[in-house]
């Protein structure tokens, strides 16, 4: 479907997109010896087969500068030309300084203002939506580079079938620029809600709970999630989420052509799909590859469709989060013509 809906104002487009996804691939076998499940029960609950994971070396900043680099590459854009860096994440590297500085330091972006945010799984939508509205304000010809990455390899219990089962490791990147054309960002829907934060969370390891031999004792220091918490919120918000933004944007439902979510489960999804009434979009989801990637699964799959050619001018594109806090975040976009969309995927270890 060709809409031909253009932003108002000073519109900022995804001018290209970059993504990282480490070499080491986890099949449901190996995280099925370690939770006491098998193959068939993940991807029948799930509809993961595999995840990928960081090697012992790297940190998050590395996966997110790598996933950078590729969308700086794709958009013939230099590193000293960005204005901001905007890392999405909610594994940085340390709690202090700013895993975004550090992607910096490594992209040899010497002129970007870095930063990070965490909505955990809403990470990468929640950057977007910052930078596009500090690019408009900013003269000329600024760019910004928004990354989701995660390692959630990291921080879970690897015994814990709730949690184990989902996640892998990866980053991927947007980078965002002026839009001359007209398309670009057509509106953001950012909905916190604070009381069900216990829902999701790594409760040590903070200012409340600050590391210590007790809390690892107690194995405070993994991520936690409560499962079916989680999939009542998603089905109870991100429906109404998705109608509040496109009433405000006066977008029919049907004019969206391409739907992006969170790959946080393939069956929760696929539950709440219908709700969503896109019935003339198609719903994209890359999770049986690549598993639940944080606030890096976005990016990824947008770079995915991107680079396969999927996306073509003038097709409006949904991307929906979902995570802790807890948190949905969406954004229309119009999607701008975009240069060398069909290149090859560098090999991860090409791209070290």
Same mark, same amino acid.
């Given at each position: 479907?060709?809409?031909?809906? #253009?932003?108002?104002?000073?519109?900022?487009?995804?001018?290209?997109?970059?993504?990282?996804? =480490?070499? &080491?691939?986890?099949?449901?076998?190996?995280?099925?010896?370690?939770?006491?499940?098998?193959?068939?029960?993940?991807?029948?609950?799930?509809?993961?087969?595999?995840?990928?994971?960081?090697?012992?070396?790297?940190?998050?900043?590395?996966?997110?500068?790598?996933?950078?680099? #590729? *969308?700086?590459?794709?958009?013939?854009?230099?590193?000293?030309?960005?204005?901001?860096?905007?890392?999405?994440?909610?594994?940085?590297?340390?709690?202090?300084?700013?895993?975004?500085?550090?992607?910096?330091?490594?992209?040899?972006?010497?002129?970007?203002?870095?930063?990070?945010?965490?909505?955990?799984?809403?990470?990468?939508?929640?950057?977007?939506?910052?930078?596009?509205?500090?690019?408009?304000?900013? =003269?000329?010809?600024?760019?910004?580079?928004?990354?989701?990455?995660?390692?959630?390899?990291?921080?879970?219990?690897?015994?814990?079938?709730?949690?184990?089962?989902?996640?892998?490791?990866?980053?991927?990147? *947007?980078?965002?620029?002026?839009?001359?054309?007209?398309?670009?960002?057509?509106?953001?829907?950012?909905?916190?809600?604070?009381? &069900?934060?216990?829902?999701?969370?790594?409760?040590?390891?903070?200012? #409340?709970?600050?590391?210590?031999? #007790?809390? +690892?004792?107690?194995?405070?220091?993994?991520?936690?999630?409560?499962?079916?918490?989680?999939?009542?919120?998603?089905?109870?918000?991100?429906?109404?989420?998705?109608?509040?933004?496109?009433?405000?944007?006066?977008?029919?439902?049907?004019?969206?052509?391409?739907?992006?979510?969170?790959?946080?489960?393939?069956?929760?999804?696929?539950?709440?799909?219908?709700?969503?009434?896109?019935?003339?979009?198609?719903?994209?989801?890359?999770?049986?590859?690549?598993?639940?990637?944080?606030?890096?699964?976005?990016?990824?799959? +947008?770079?995915?469709?991107?680079?396969?050619? +999927?996306?073509?001018?003038?097709?409006?594109?949904?991307?929906?989060?979902?995570?802790?806090?807890?948190?949905?975040?969406?954004?229309?976009?119009?999607?701008?013509?975009?240069?060398?969309?069909?290149?090859?995927?560098?090999?991860?270890?090409?791209?070290?």
């Amino acid at each position: 479907m060709t809409n031909r809906v #253009r932003a108002t104002g000073n519109p900022t487009a995804v001018l290209a997109t970059g993504s990282y996804l =480490p070499e &080491q691939i986890i099949g449901n076998d190996e995280v099925a010896s370690t939770t006491g499940v098998t193959d068939e029960w993940i991807v029948r609950k799930t509809g993961i087969r595999e995840r990928r994971r960081a090697a012992p070396h790297e940190a998050t900043s590395d996966l997110a500068a790598h996933a950078g680099r #590729r *969308a700086l590459e794709q958009a013939g854009i230099r590193p000293h030309d960005l204005s901001y860096i905007v890392v999405a994440t909610s594994t940085p590297d340390q709690p202090q300084p700013a895993t975004a500085a550090v992607v910096q330091h490594l992209l040899g972006a010497v002129n970007a203002a870095a930063f990070d945010v965490n909505s955990v799984c809403s990470g990468f939508v929640c950057g977007l939506t910052v930078t596009e509205r500090l690019l408009r304000a900013e =003269p000329g010809d600024a760019h910004g580079l928004v990354i989701g990455a995660d390692i959630y390899s990291r921080i879970l219990d690897h015994t814990d079938r709730k949690t184990a089962i989902l996640f892998g490791d990866g980053a991927g990147a *947007a980078l965002l620029g002026p839009s001359p054309s007209g398309h670009g960002l057509l509106g953001t829907s950012l909905l916190t809600r604070g009381d &069900q934060h216990e829902l999701i969370g790594v409760p040590a390891g903070g200012s #409340r709970r600050p590391a210590s031999a #007790r809390t +690892l004792e107690e194995g405070a220091h993994h991520f936690r999630m409560d499962g079916r918490g989680v999939r009542t919120f998603v089905q109870e918000n991100l429906p109404a989420a998705v109608a509040e933004l496109l009433a405000r944007t006066g977008l029919p439902a049907g004019s969206v052509d391409h739907f992006v979510p969170h790959q946080a489960n393939a069956v929760m999804i696929g539950e709440v799909w219908p709700a969503l009434g896109l019935d003339n979009a198609a719903l994209h989801l890359e999770l049986a590859r690549y598993g639940n990637t944080g606030a890096a699964s976005i990016a990824i799959t +947008l770079d995915e469709i991107h680079r396969r050619g +999927l996306l073509a001018e003038d097709d409006v594109v949904l991307l929906s989060g979902f995570g802790g806090g807890m948190s949905v975040g969406s954004t229309l976009l119009s999607w701008a013509p975009t240069a060398h969309a069909a290149a090859p995927r560098v090999l991860a270890a090409a791209a070290r």
